[in-house]
């Protein structure tokens, strides 16, 4: 299984009424977020030209409480028009709370495909080229605590580790310390490694020679 990353945008409602039906931005192209990452317009074409996302509450697969009938990058990100399934306990709740403004974000559950690191302003980011987009959840808050990578088995380097532990929520800061950490003890238990094996090849030149 893939890395699956989650990634929270405002949520600036341009339509909703009563019948549950509501639209908005699920992500912003050009601007560099607090994972240091930006996203370039084109990212999502191919991915929603074979599938559209399924409507979550909170990222929680359990959780669908609608579908989008419109999926479509603009100038300005990626642009979803979703409706509300009413029927749902989950979906009347999500009604009441965006009638009421009480929630505050759209994020996407996507699987990055294509992408470079490049400077801006002095600041090294990654620009995302190609987006697999998964999903696009209704959640309270428009940065998302619980982001996280689902499949540690797929980073090869210390540049996905490092990406990895800051799409975690680290700081690139925080997660060059974390790297730093982690390769000291590393190397503290292969020269342990070492010293054993070295004594126990003198105890085996030791018995060979009684």
Request: glycine share 8%.
């Amino acid at each position: 299984m893939k890395s699956l990353i989650h990634k929270s945008y405002p949520l600036e409602i341009k339509e909703f009424n009563n019948e549950g039906k509501f639209s908005g931005y699920g992500a912003v192209f050009g601007n560099v977020d607090g994972w240091g990452d930006v996203i370039k317009k084109g990212a999502f074409k191919a991915s929603i030209k074979n599938k559209q996302p399924i409507m979550l509450w909170q990222h929680d697969s359990d959780e669908p409480i609608g579908f989008y009938e419109k999926v479509f990058e603009d100038d300005t990100g990626l642009f979803v028009e979703g409706q509300l399934l009413l029927e749902i306990e989950k979906a009347k709740e999500a009604h009441i709370l965006l009638k009421n403004k009480a929630i505050q974000g759209l994020s996407i559950g996507y699987v990055p495909v294509d992408w470079k690191y490049e400077k801006q302003n002095g600041q090294e980011v990654r620009v995302l080229k190609e987006i697999d987009l998964w999903e696009v959840s209704l959640v309270t808050f428009p940065a998302n605590p619980e982001a996280n990578v689902t499949d540690v088995k797929s980073l090869q380097t210390i540049r996905d580790v490092e990406n990895a532990l800051r799409d975690a929520g680290f700081s690139q800061v925080e997660a060059k310390a974390v790297i730093s950490a982690c390769k000291s003890s590393i190397q503290r238990d292969a020269e342990l490694d070492d010293e054993i094996k070295a004594a126990q090849n003198l105890l085996n030149i030791m018995k060979g020679s009684n």
